[in-house]
């Protein structure tokens, strides 16, 4: 099967919550493809960041503004089930967890899916792909963490690109269209070796929102234009 089309998630985890609407009205208007929506219990991973009600007030803010990209809501939480028609109401398009986080992998996934969105598993650095085994009927998405969870602006784990070649071998044996995607120290300089490994989905959050001068109403085109570049060399 052909390798979908890169889609670059800017993670707004790195935005300025102040001006969340404003950010990612101007990062998707620079050519980003669908928004990342980092979601935080101070249970499952030690920190706390937005719920559904932010979710919400960003989807109608998009409306609104006739942006039509799709929100990527990564649940960071413990337990996931009571959060998913919650995310789904609010406006999320695609849901993701952690299979450590699920007491019911398959129930998870069959919850997101009759709630109309996409559904993905994410793969902590330290845990097996193997969880896929039973479930890659339901799976739309494959999420590899090339850091920690829990805060932005890590570097990025090299072992990572090992996990994204296993799991992009199991997508192309299942002959599913399922994207694969990476969240983690990914910046200009690594997307390309990251491509190569058999990614097709990019969040960045300090690599697109910290390196920008927040005065400049086009400060984000540079830094997607730059990993267009690159991507378009693998």
Known sequence: MAKQQNWIAPSIL????????????????????????????NHYVPNLTIG????????KFM??????????????????????GDFASA???????HPEASE??????????????????VFNP??????????????????????NPGF????FIPQALEKLRAARKLIDESGREIRLEIDGGVKADNIAEVAAAGCDTFVSGSG???????????????????????LAKV
């Open 14 to 41: 790195s935005a300025d919550f102040a001006q969340l609407g404003k950010d990612v009205k101007d990062v998707l208007t620079a050519g980003a493809d669908i928004v990342h929506f980092d979601v935080m219990d």
């Open 52 to 59: 559904p009600l932010v979710c919400e007030s960003l989807k």
């Open 63 to 84: 409306v609104r503004e006739g942006l039509s990209a799709p929100i990527d809501v990564h649940l960071m939480v413990k337990p996931v089930d009571r959060l998913i």
């Open 91 to 97: 406006g999320a398009d695609i849901i993701t967890f």
């Open 104 to 121: 019911h992998i398959d129930r998870s996934l069959q919850l997101i899916k009759a709630a109309g969105c996409k559904a993905g598993l």
């Open 126 to 147: 330290g845990t097996s792909l193997s969880y896929l085994e039973h479930v890659m009927d339901k799976i739309d998405m494959i999420l590899i963490m090339s850091v």
């Open 152 to 155: 932005g602006g890590q570097a």
């Open 208 to 230: 697109l929102f910290g390196n920008v001068n927040p005065n400049d109403p086009n400060r984000y085109d540079t830094i997607i234009k730059q990993m267009r570049a690159e």
